[in-house]
């Protein structure tokens, strides 16, 4: 069964403070890992995918990366409104499982001043 | 361009109720997913329409059913509801397996 992991649950910084968040996961086949971000009681935003080991997206000050078992959200010199919780999520390969995201639970993140 | 639209925003039924919860997908997207999200957990997926059918269904019980219409707009219907059903409702939508972007939820309470 397709299983997502995140770690640490709950990450609190100060502004400036660099850092990652780690999403392991295990899956038949995987066909994208996609990284969201979700401010309270709303839905969340989509921020990037990530299709193949060794692949590298950014934005802004965020950059995501992927191997064979995990992913790591980076997060340079964080502000005060990067402040969120961010979801990882994959999409497996397969005629039963193509279409699902199956979530992680998120990593609540807290940037203060 | 409108993004995903989902109403009604918040909502409050009494156990054994029924609910219609509703989704519109951004322009130019085809596919609806719907997924529950309970406080601090990761959204759950439900089941996902294509051209007016359920292609894929999570582990959910019969009680949640949806509709796709020709204008890809779709619907979410939970019947007898249970106090666990509480929970952020979001609506997703992609072109075909094209990532999906979802809506702002709607907030079921049941009591």
């Known amino acids: 069964e397709d299983q997502v992991t995140q770690s640490p649950e709950a990450l609190r910084l100060q502004e400036g403070e660099s850092s990652s968040l780690n999403c392991s996961y295990t899956v038949s086949g995987l066909r994208g890992l996609f990284w969201y971000r979700q401010d309270p009681g709303k839905g969340p935003e989509f921020l990037f995918t990530l299709y193949s080991a060794g692949e590298e997206k950014e934005k802004e000050r965020l950059k995501a990366t992927l191997t064979k078992k995990e992913s790591f959200l980076h997060i340079t010199a964080p502000k005060p409104e990067d402040s969120a919780t961010y979801l990882c999520?994959?999409?497996?390969?397969?005629?039963?499982?193509?279409?699902?995201?199956?979530f992680g639970k998120g990593t609540s993140l807290l940037v203060t001043p | 361009d409108a993004g995903v639209t989902q109403s009604p925003t918040h909502l409050i039924k009494t156990r054994g109720q029924q609910v219609t919860l509703r989704c519109s997908p951004k322009?130019?997207?085809?596919?609806v997913s719907w997924y529950q999200q309970a406080l601090g957990q990761g959204p759950q997926f439900i089941f996902q329409?294509?051209?007016?059918?359920?292609?894929q269904r999570g582990n959910f019980p019969d009680r949640f059913s949806g509709h796709q219409f020709p204008n890809y707009s779709s619907e979410l219907n939970v019947n007898a509801l249970l106090l666990g059903d509480s929970a952020l409702y979001l609506c997703?939508?992609?072109?075909?397996?094209?990532?999906?972007?979802f809506g702002p939820g709607t907030r079921l309470t049941v009591t």
């Open positions: 329409y294509y051209e007016e059918e359920e292609r």
């Open positions: 997703a939508s992609s072109l075909l397996l094209n990532e999906q972007y």
């Open positions: 322009s130019g997207h085809d596919t």
């Open positions: 999520a994959v999409q497996a390969v397969g005629s039963n499982s193509g279409y699902a995201l199956n």
